[in-house]
């Protein structure tokens, strides 16, 4: 006889320890600065959640690092002045996958991803409540069979607000983090949240390493992120024709930004590495009139990325082929605007083409009639000389191969050869 179900059951929570054992995180610096990233973005939440329009203008978040050069010590933490883990906040904090963070954007699973990275994670808030402004402390330890340890210790702050602290580095990124720059954790934190720049808003956001003053990183990327061209284009996913909005800006070229490159974004944050596009463009970077050098930087979104982000927010789940296709798509249109870079690119190539046709002037044969000018633009732009030699000789066979087909063929069958060349 079937056993009758219990009206109290209720479903078992993820099991989240095996799930992160089954997450992967890139060991570089995306990796290390994602628990940091998805604090930023949690924070931002609650300055939305606080303030609403006036977030950009009433929000702030403060990002320290300390002792960076020493595994051993390191510390980081991230702290808001948003609404505070308030009742409902907490609520959402201890479901994973919460569907509060879904209408987010967000996928309920950040602040566990930082358990792949450090070991020990502190909590501390202010909120306001019908009763007063109280207050929430704790450390959040997946790996315990109760998570939540609390303490009746004060935030180090006063008013309304979250704090994340991170230490206890694992050991696996000991050596790791001693490569790592300053003015690189920076960049990439800046960039991270480029979407956010572009398309919606940013509230103040401050670094501060050690002792020294914080320095704004919102300031910085108003200064150097200028929107040149956006727009949008359709690509195939899946069968279905999806809309990608593509955004594309130009900033100085630096030991951060030292090549051309595009973003894949999703929950208004970049997922994934940038695909470098100097092969495409043919340059790592541009120089303009005044011979400062810069790159190009695209940007693009669609709703379809949403739908594919994996619950880690690492990565886009489509094929090779349909990103390839959106980074050419993407490509052309930077050609586009950058008609003037790439004449130069193809001036370049010309000349190079020719003077290795005045050493090897048979290979003039591959070009089928073609001035250089016209076979040189329908080659990529990162080929060299050698590139181009190579692809004529294998040109200058096929053609001599024909003809040697033709004369073979005019000597078996003279009478229809001499046919066909009146019929012309």
Same mark, same amino acid.
């Given at each position: 006889?079937?056993?009758?179900?219990?009206?109290?059951?209720?479903?078992?929570?993820?099991?989240?320890?095996?799930?992160?054992?089954?997450?992967?995180?890139?060991?570089? =610096? /995306?990796?290390?600065?994602?628990?940091?990233?998805?604090?930023?973005?949690?924070?931002?939440?609650?300055?939305?959640?606080?303030?609403?329009?006036?977030?950009?203008?009433?929000?702030?978040?403060?990002?320290?690092?300390?002792?960076?050069?020493?595994?051993?010590? +390191?510390? $980081?933490?991230?702290?808001?002045?948003?609404?505070?883990?308030?009742?409902? !906040? @907490?609520?959402?904090?201890?479901?994973?996958?919460?569907? /509060?963070?879904?209408?987010?954007?967000?996928?309920?699973?950040?602040?566990?991803?930082?358990?792949?990275?450090?070991?020990?994670?502190?909590?501390?808030?202010?909120?306001?409540?019908?009763?007063? !402004?109280?207050?929430?402390?704790?450390?959040?330890?997946?790996?315990?069979?109760?998570?939540?340890?609390? !303490?009746?210790?004060?935030?180090?702050?006063?008013?309304?607000? =979250?704090?994340?602290? @991170?230490?206890?580095?694992?050991?696996?990124?000991?050596? =790791?983090?001693?490569?790592?720059?300053?003015?690189? #954790?920076?960049? /990439?934190?800046?960039?991270?949240?480029?979407?956010?720049?572009?398309?919606?808003?940013?509230?103040?956001?401050? #670094?501060?390493?050690?002792?020294?003053?914080?320095?704004?990183?919102?300031?910085?990327?108003?200064?150097?992120? #200028?929107?040149?061209?956006?727009?949008?284009?359709?690509?195939?996913?899946?069968?279905?024709?999806?809309?990608?909005?593509?955004? $594309?800006?130009?900033?100085?070229?630096?030991?951060?930004?030292?090549?051309?490159?595009?973003?894949?974004?999703?929950?208004?944050?970049?997922?994934?590495?940038?695909?470098?596009?100097?092969?495409?463009?043919?340059?790592?970077?541009?120089?303009?009139?005044?011979?400062?050098?810069?790159?190009?930087?695209?940007?693009?979104?669609?709703?379809?990325?949403?739908?594919?982000?994996?619950?880690?927010?690492?990565?886009? !789940?489509?094929?090779?082929?349909?990103?390839?296709?959106?980074?050419?798509?993407?490509?052309?249109? $930077?050609?586009?605007?950058?008609?003037?870079?790439? +004449?130069?690119?193809?001036?370049?190539?010309?000349?190079?083409?020719?003077?290795? =046709?005045?050493?090897?002037?048979?290979?003039?044969?591959?070009?089928?009639?073609?001035?250089? /000018?016209?076979?040189?633009?329908?080659?990529?732009?990162?080929?060299?000389?050698?590139?181009?030699?190579?692809?004529?000789? $294998?040109?200058?066979?096929?053609?001599?191969?024909?003809?040697?087909?033709?004369?073979?063929?005019?000597?078996?069958?003279?009478?229809?050869?001499?046919?066909?060349?009146?019929?012309?």
């Amino acid at each position: 006889m079937d056993s009758k179900p219990d009206i109290t059951d209720t479903l078992v929570k993820p099991d989240m320890v095996a799930v992160l054992e089954r997450t992967h995180l890139s060991k570089d =610096l /995306h990796g290390f600065l994602l628990p940091t990233l998805e604090a930023v973005s949690n924070a931002m939440h609650g300055l939305e959640a606080r303030f609403g329009s006036k977030a950009k203008e009433s929000g702030k978040i403060e990002i320290a690092i300390n002792d960076l050069d020493d595994p051993n010590k +390191i510390m $980081i933490s991230v702290t808001d002045n948003g609404v505070g883990l308030d009742d409902d !906040n @907490y609520l959402s904090f201890k479901t994973p996958f919460s569907g /509060h963070k879904l209408k987010q954007n967000g996928r309920g699973f950040g602040r566990f991803i930082a358990f792949k990275v450090f070991y020990r994670l502190l909590y501390s808030s202010r909120y306001e409540s019908g009763s007063g !402004n109280l207050k929430r402390t704790f450390r959040f330890d997946v790996n315990q069979e109760n998570e939540f340890i609390f !303490n009746d210790g004060d935030p180090d702050f006063s008013h309304v607000g =979250l704090r994340v602290d @991170y230490n206890e580095l694992l050991p696996e990124w000991f050596e =790791l983090v001693k490569s790592f720059d300053r003015k690189d #954790i920076a960049d /990439h934190i800046g960039s991270h949240f480029l979407p956010y720049f572009l398309y919606k808003w940013l509230p103040e956001i401050t #670094i501060r390493f050690d002792a020294n003053e914080p320095e704004s990183i919102t300031s910085y990327f108003r200064d150097i992120f #200028i929107q040149s061209e956006s727009g949008n284009f359709l690509c195939a996913i899946d069968g279905i024709d999806e809309s990608i909005e593509y955004s $594309i800006t130009k900033v100085p070229k630096t030991r951060s930004f030292k090549n051309h490159c595009l973003l894949f974004a999703a929950g208004d944050r970049i997922v994934g590495n940038p695909r470098d596009l100097t092969n495409l463009l043919g340059q790592a970077f541009f120089t303009d009139e005044e011979n400062n050098n810069y790159i190009v930087i695209a940007v693009v979104r669609s709703s379809a990325f949403e739908r594919r982000l994996n619950d880690a927010r690492t990565g886009i !789940n489509i094929s090779p082929s349909t990103i390839e296709e959106i980074v050419s798509s993407v490509g052309d249109i $930077i050609q586009n605007t950058e008609k003037s870079q790439i +004449i130069k690119i193809k001036t370049a190539q010309s000349k190079e083409l020719e003077g290795a =046709l005045k050493e090897n002037p048979i290979l003039r044969i591959g070009l089928k009639g073609r001035s250089v /000018h016209d076979y040189v633009s329908g080659k990529p732009n990162n080929w060299k000389a050698q590139d181009f030699v190579s692809n004529l000789a $294998i040109e200058r066979y096929r053609v001599s191969r024909d003809l040697s087909k033709a004369i073979t063929s005019a000597a078996n069958n003279p009478d229809d050869y001499m046919a066909k060349i009146r019929d012309r």
